[in-house]
C-alpha cells in the first residue's frame, strides 16, 4: 500500500540524531500485521545511539530554552499545519504498520495533530506567579522553567498521539527530547519526525531512535539512567513502566507514566440502553480493543441485562473484521500473534468458567479475532481481572449501585471507567465514586486535548493533555528578594 503515497519522502527509514538521519548495519522489519508483508527495514539501534541523541539534546538545550515561546509556537504550528497537509498518507503509514482501519487512522492523525497546536498556544501561557511578601523586606515570584532534556517511549497502538502528548509539550517548554517509538510502529514515527524537520526544529531539538525489542531495553536503560536526562515520559504496560520507575530512581528522575488499565462500563436500569450499546461499540472496539481506556469489563443492571447484551451482541456482530485498507472495513487485525494468543486465552477462561459467547469468540484468520459478546462472566475471570486489549466484551450482571461501585473499583488499575444513568443523583455519586482518572457518564469517547488524561493507582503518575499536561515538563523555582 506504501508505494500509494502521495509525498514518497514521508516514509523515512532511518533514525533521527541531531538533524541528521543516521543508518545502521543492523537493521529489523517492519510488517503490516493484516499481511505480515514486510514494509520497510529500520535501524536497529542500541545503547551508544541513545547517547548520542541525549548529548545532542543537551548541546541543544541552552540555546532553545533562550527561544521565546512565541518562537517555539511557530515551529509548531508549522508542524501542526504539515501534519494536516499530510494526513492521508501519514494514516496510510500508519494503517500499514499498525492495521487499524484506514478512517480510525485518519482520525488519529488529527487527534495527534491537536495536541500539537493545543500545546503551540499553552506554551505561550506558562505564566509563574507573584506571591504576596511573609516579610516587607522581600519579594516573592515564583518562574516556570523548562525541565531539561526530556526522553519519551511510545506504544504501538496510537504510533502518532502517544508521541505528539509529549512531545508538544515538552517542546512548547522550552525541552528537547529523545523519543523511543514501538518497535511494531516506527515508520509513523518516523514520518513525524520528517514533517518536524521540513517546519524547522534545529537540530538535536527532536531525535527519534528506532530499535528493535532487545535494542529498546538497552536504549531504556540508558535513558533511565542518564544523568542529563531529566525527565521520562512512558506510555505502555504497568509491568514496563514498574522496570523503568525501578531504574529511574538513582537519578531521581521526574516520571510520567501512562499505564494500563481496566475500565469499567456501568449500564444502569436508568440508563438509555442504545446510547449504552452505542457509546459500549466506541469505547470497546476502536482500535479492535487494543487501547487502554477499552471497556474491559461490563457490568449491567438486572433490569437492562438482557436487553443490552442482545443489542450489544448485535451490533458486534455486524462490525466489518478485516484489512483496515479495505472499504467498509471497522475492526482491524491484533498488532501481533502475541496479542491474539492473550485474547484467546481469556476468551477460552471464561468459557471454561461457565461464561456464554452470543457472538465471535475464535480466531477469524491470521490476526484477525472475531468481535466477541460474552455473558455471564463473573469476577474471577482473566477477562475481568487483566487488561484483555482485544475485541472482547465481557458482560456481569449487577443489582444495586453500591455492588456496582465495588465491582467497578476492585482492580489495582485506574484509567478510565464509564457508565451510563439518566439520574443527576447517581451521575455525581457514581462519578465521584470511581476510582479512576477518567470518566465517562453516558458517552463512550472521553479524551481530546482539552482535558487531562491519566490515571490513578497502578494506572500511572501525572497527565497529559490539557493545560496541567505541559507542567511534567516545567520546574518551579521561587525567587526570594530580599532588601527591598
Ligand atoms: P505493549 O504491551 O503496549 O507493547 P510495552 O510496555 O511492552 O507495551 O511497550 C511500550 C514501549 O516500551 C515500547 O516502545 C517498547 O519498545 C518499550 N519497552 C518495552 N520493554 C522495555 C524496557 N524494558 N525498557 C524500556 N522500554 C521498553
Known amino acids: 500500500p506504501l508505494h500509494l503515497l502521495k509525498d514518497a519522502a514521508l516514509l523515512r527509514v532511518d533514525a533521527l540524531i541531531d538533524g541528521r538521519w543516521i543508518g545502521a548495519p543492523e537493521r529489523f522489519a517492519v510488517t503490516d500485521p493484516a499481511t505480515g508483508i514486510e514494509l520497510a527495514c529500520v535501524p536497529a539501534l542500541n545503547a551508544r545511539h541513545a547517547e548520542d541523541a541525549i548529548q545532542a539534546a543537551h548541546h541543544v538545550w541552552p540555546a ?12 509548531l504550528m508549522r508542524w501542526f499545519h504539515l501534519m494536516q497537509e499530510h494526513a492521508d498518507d501519514l494514516a496510510m503509514i500508519m494503517t500499514a504498520e499498525q492495521g487499524k482501519p484506514l478512517a480510525e487512522a485518519r482520525g488519529e492523525v488529527g487527534y495527534a495533530a491537536s495536541f500539537i497546536e493545543w500545546f503551540a498556544q499553552e506554551g505561550r501561557r506558562v505564566y509563574g506567579e507573584t506571591i504576596p511578601t511573609h516579610d516587607r523586606d522581600k519579594r516573592l515570584l515564583v518562574l516556570k522553567q523548562p525541565i531539561g532534556v526530556c526522553a519519551a517511549i511510545t506504544p504501538w497502538n496510537f504510533p502518532l498521539a502517544m508521541i505528539t502528548r509529549k512531545v508538544a509539550p515538552a517542546l512548547a517548554a522550552g525541552c528537547p527530547v529523545v523519543v523511543k517509538p514501538a ?66 530512581a538513582p537519578t531521581i528522575k521526574k516520571l510520567s507514566l501512562e499505564l494500563g488499565g481496566n475500565a469499567p462500563f456501568i449500564v444502569f436500569d436508568d440508563a438509555d440502553v442504545d446510547a ?109 481481572r487483566e487488561e484483555t486489549f482485544g475485541p472482547v466484551a465481557p458482560v456481569a450482571r449487577f443489582s444495586t ?12 488499575s485506574g484509567l478510565a471507567g464509564y457508565f ?65
Open 276 to 384: 449504552a450499546v452505542e457509546g459500549a461499540m466506541h469505547s470497546k472496539f476502536r482500535n479492535a480493543g487494543q487501547t487502554c481506556v477499552c471497556a474491559n469489563r461490563f457490568y449491567v443492571q438486572d433490569g437492562v441485562y438482557d436487553e443490552f447484551v442482545t443489542k450489544l451482541a448485535a451490533r458486534a456482530a455486524a462490525l466489518q473484521p478485516g484489512n483496515g485498507f479495505e472499504p467498509g472495513v471497522n475492526l482491524g487485525v491484533l498488532i501481533d500473534e502475541a496479542a491474539v494468543a492473550k485474547v484467546q486465552r481469556h476468551v477460552e477462561d471464561a468459557l471454561g468458567k461457565g461464561a456464554r459467547a452470543l457472538t465471535g469468540g475464535h480466531v477469524l484468520a491470521a490476526r484477525l479475532f472475531a468481535p466477541t459478546v460474552l455473558a455471564d462472566v463473573s469476577a474471577d475471570m482473566l477477562c475481568v
Open 183 to 248: 518497535e511494531q510502529t516506527p515508520l509513523s514515527a518516523l514520518a513525524l519526525a520528517e514533517l518536524a524537520q521540513r517546519a524547522g526544529f534545529p537540530p538535536g531539538v527532536l531525535n527519534v531512535l528506532t530499535s528493535d525489542a532487545a535494542g529498546s531495553i538497552a536504549i531504556g536503560q540508558r535513558l533511565c539512567i542518564s544523568e542529563e536526562v531529566r525527565h521520562l515520559s512512558f506510555t505502555g504496560s504497568t509491568e514496563v513502566g514498574r522496570v523503568l520507575m525501578m531504574q529511574c
Open 64 to 75: 532553545w530554552r533562550a527561544t521565546t515561546a512565541k518562537e517555539r509556537a511557530s515551529l
Open 420 to 484: 451510563y444513568s439518566r439520574d443527576v443523583g447517581r451521575i455525581f455519586r457514581v462519578g465521584e465514586a470511581l476510582e479512576c482518572g477518567m470518566v465517562g457518564v453516558n458517552t463512550g469517547l472521553i479524551s481530546t486535548a482539552e482535558v487531562p488524561f491519566g490515571g490513578v493507582k497502578q494506572s500511572g503518575l501525572g497527565r497529559e493533555g490539557s493545560r496541567h499536561g505541559i507542567e511534567d515538563y516545567l520546574e518551579l523555582k521561587t525567587l526570594c528578594l530580599g532588601g527591598m
Open 401 to 412: 449501585e453500591a455492588q456496582a461501585i465495588a465491582l467497578a473499583n476492585a482492580s489495582e
